[in-house]
């Protein structure tokens, strides 16, 4: 799996695994590591933080959230490594 320029990072993290995403609809084989990262992160990110739209969600909730969606929406590898990161309260 390669990493990618930035541009195509930030322009392709809400895409899925299974196509279901956007901006384009690509596929787990198109879309590149970094990507699959700044998905995560951006969820992440979505779930714990405060904000106008609802408050933030519990970490075991949010971490539940990413193991109901892997192969779907998210990468297995980046999530087992996020969540080992947050169980070690690195994140």
């Not at 995403?21 to 198109?30: I, M, Q």
């Amino acid at each position: 799996m390669e990493l990618c320029r930035a541009a195509p990072i930030v322009l392709h993290h809400h895409e899925r695994l299974d196509g279901g995403g956007s901006p384009d609809g690509l596929t787990e084989a198109e879309l590149c590591l970094s990507t699959r990262i700044l998905a995560v992160w951006d969820a992440w990110d979505a779930m714990r933080i405060d904000d106008f739209q609802r408050p933030a969600i519990p970490r075991d909730e949010a971490l539940a959230e990413f193991m109901a969606n892997v192969g779907t929406q998210f990468d297995a590898d980046v999530v087992a490594t996020f969540e080992a990161f947050a169980r070690e309260g690195l994140i």
